[in-house]
């Protein structure tokens, strides 16, 4: 809602790889639709599912980076801070789905500076189709609906801080649409 640009680039695009022939949105269209896919890698790294990811005990006394943990401590992954950090994005709490198109950057925990679904063996197990289902629902979603704002609001005055709720992120104040 706040970029039409990118959303009406979206939206042809999916358009496009539908075709004629197609009536309905699927996995293998989606799979050609590059610029989609960056525009959803970079919602999950702007507004990360969990921000904090699975809590780790350290098992004896180390250091990280000249800071002591004891053992017994309950460790977190700040996923939210590391996909924010401007050491490993330019311009990094801006929408910029470009950032990812021709990267090799991508959420299956090979790159720690976007882990939204954590990394390694504590890895979400279902985050293929989760993935998946993000991709499906928001194709459709952009396909099959015009949005705009109501009563010509600003789209620049849009509120996009989310807010950390113990199961995870929460929009505060939601955004009516028209179908």
Known sequence: MRNQDILSRVRQEITEAMGTKTTMINDSILSTCEYFQACVKETLRLHVPGPLLVPHQALENCV???YTIPKDSIVLVNAWTIQLDPGNWKDATSFKPDRFLGSKVNFRGNHF???PFSSGRRMCP???MGFRNVQLV???LIHYFDWSLPNGKNPENLDMADVVHAGGLWR??????SS
Request: charged share 20%; net charge negative; aromatic share 16%.
């Open 64 to 66: 990280l980076n000249d």
């Open 113 to 115: 500076e976007f882990i």
């Open 126 to 128: 279902g985050y293929q």
């Open 138 to 140: 928001v194709a459709c």
């Open 172 to 177: 505060e104040k939601w955004i009516a649409c």
